[in-house]
């Protein structure tokens, strides 16, 4: 990357970095990722996250080391039964690895991207766990479940300013350790902090389609039918995913511990990283608020210097911007249209998505489309309420894209009459008109 492409990259992360200030992450570091080469990336890149005012919960896995240290473990439907006899070399396990994080995050030499960092880490008994009992007729002995997070803990440690540290490990009220799930602790924590998000490491970089392709972004619906089509041990972070998402964590991104800068990119950039798993997306698009102008004129205003579109003054859109709908991913405005009525039409104008987010896919509707083609679908429903028998759009440089959603080529004397008066010949755009039936 040169010095322009991290200047730009510095200042396209500026809304991210204000919208995850003070926000409550919750993270869930595979054992797996303890063997990668990158390992060290990722502690440097929580700790960035962390310096950078986000509130860091990080549950570790270790499931490797265990099978390393357990050779005869006994497992029922993939979850390992721990025996009284085992907890020893369990819990010496888990504070092998909690040491090994905490030493990282306490890494100051001038060499260290921590240099000068002092980043306090806490761990302790924030979890109350009880015996996940028989299962199928199979006693799990010392295998557990989450009782309690306990939270007002968990939130004054974070106001302290700390990063606090999991192992996969309760107590009972009678000082029982039990063996946890780290993925099931790291989404029960999330749900009862009511995290911001859940992002979990896993050995992929991200969900792919059929042909190989990046699912940027899925609905827990679309999970479902992607986990019935599944199988093998990252299947149990996906199930956990879609729980943290239906419980009421509103993100939860899946990124991978091999690539560098995976959580950067899928934290701090329009186009991600991983797979982003919300609930929110049938509200991606929305009518567009006062509030909304200046990211409007923002995002329309390049188009405008190219003549691509007709330039609107900010008193304008003021006035206008009930006509307007944007499309909004994570509390940022990314893109905009207006829609216009006359008697029996409407006009479909300022149709416009930033460039990070053009190839970005939404899930509205029966398959995926991109956030242009959902402004088009709500603009045309809005249309339709409005009474309008057809749609239509004037354009100098975009015809392609209309002819691709239906439109069709016409003159200016099948517009409304009102708009056949504004017409501007000298510009000489393009009719585009779509009926809508």
């Not at 509390?331 to 300022?350: D, H, I, K, M, R």
């Not at 749609?391 to 016409?410: P, S, Y």
């Amino acid at each position: 990357m040169d010095t322009s492409d991290y200047a730009r990259w510095f200042r396209d992360s500026t809304p991210y970095i204000s919208r995850h200030r003070n926000s409550t992450f919750v993270v869930l570091l595979d054992g797996a990722a303890f063997n990668s080469a990158n390992l060290a990336n990722i502690v440097h890149d929580l700790a960035l996250v962390h310096v950078l005012g986000a509130r860091l919960v990080l549950v570790h896995g270790a499931r490797p080391q265990l099978d390393r240290n357990l050779t005869d473990s006994v497992f029922h439907q993939g979850r390992r039964i721990t025996r009284p006899a085992d907890l020893p070399a369990i819990t010496g396990t888990y504070g092998e690895l909690r040491s090994r994080l905490e030493a990282m995050f306490s890494t100051g030499l001038p060499s260290s991207p921590l240099h000068q960092t002092d980043i306090a880490v806490i761990s302790g008994n924030f979890i109350t766990a009880q015996p996940l009992g028989i299962v199928d007729g199979v006693d799990h002995e010392l295998t557990g479940a989450t009782r309690k997070v306990h939270t007002r803990r968990l939130r004054l440690a974070l106001d302290s300013g700390a990063l606090v540290l999991l192992s996969p490990i309760g107590y009972s009220p009678s000082g029982q350790a039990f063996n946890l799930a780290s993925d099931e602790l790291a989404t029960d924590v999330a749900l009862a902090l009511g995290a911001d998000k859940l992002v979990i490491f896993n050995p992929a970089e991200a969900l792919t389609g059929d042909n190989g392709e990046r699912l940027s972004v899925m609905s827990p619906s679309e999970l479902d039918t992607y986990l019935s089509q599944q199988s093998g041990a990252d299947v149990n972070h996906l199930h956990c995913a879609l729980r943290a998402c239906r419980g009421g964590v509103k993100n939860t991104q899946l990124i991978g511990y091999e690539k560098d800068g995976a959580l950067l990119n899928e934290l701090y950039t329009a186009k991600g990283d991983g797979t982003q798993i919300t609930e929110s997306l049938h509200d991606l698009i929305r009518p567009a608020r006062q509030e909304d102008v200046a990211s409007i004129v923002e995002i329309i205003r390049p188009l405008e210097d190219q003549g691509i579109l007709v330039r609107r003054s900010r008193d304008r859109l003021e006035q206008e911007i009930g006509h307007f709908l944007v499309a909004e991913i994570d509390s940022t405005v990314v893109g905009c249209c207006a829609v216009y009525p006359y008697e029996n039409a409407a006009e479909l104008a300022c149709v416009v998505v930033h460039p990070s987010y053009r190839d970005r896919l939404t899930d509205e509707g029966s398959g995926q489309l991109s956030i242009g083609s959902a402004l088009l679908e709500a603009a045309e429903a809005a249309a339709r309420t409005a009474s309008a028998q057809n749609l239509f759009a004037l354009t100098t440089q975009t015809r392609d894209w209309f002819l691709e959603n239906g439109f069709i080529d016409n003159t200016p004397d099948a517009l409304p009459a009102p708009k056949q008066a504004l017409y501007n010949y000298q510009r000489n755009s393009r009719v585009m008109i779509k009926p809508l039936d």
